[in-house]
């Protein structure tokens, strides 16, 4: 009998050591999982912060201006070209029913 709770007792203590081992082998696979992966948010970060830069530069209205005057021709208005016109007090516009 004395034997028989021996070896339950060391069967006990052996499961126990196996499942911290298991336990600990799992942890250390999720850490490694988890360096990994905070590694690729911070490359991602920096891939969003330089095409947040890259976005900001290629629609300044400096590049706009000179895209439209050195690409499509444009120049700046003459001051005898530039005619204003008065709304009056209306600052809204109607559109008939019908039309889109």
Do not use: K
Not at 38 to 58: C, P, S, V, Y
Not at 72 to 98: F, H, R
Request: glycine fraction near 8%; charged fraction near 25%; proline fraction near 3%.
């Amino acid at each position: 009998m004395r034997r028989t709770l021996t070896l339950l007792g060391f069967a006990a203590a052996a499961a126990l050591v196996m499942c911290f081992l298991l336990g600990r082998a799992r942890l250390t696979g999720l850490s490694e999982q988890c360096q990994a992966l905070e590694a690729e948010i911070a490359q991602l970060e920096e891939e969003n912060t330089r095409l947040l830069i890259e976005h900001e530069a290629a629609f300044s209205m400096e590049r706009i201006e000179e895209y439209a005057r050195e690409v499509l021709g444009m120049q700046s208005p003459a001051s005898g070209q530039i005619i204003y016109i008065e709304g009056g007090a209306a600052d809204w516009a109607e559109i008939p029913a019908g039309r889109p």
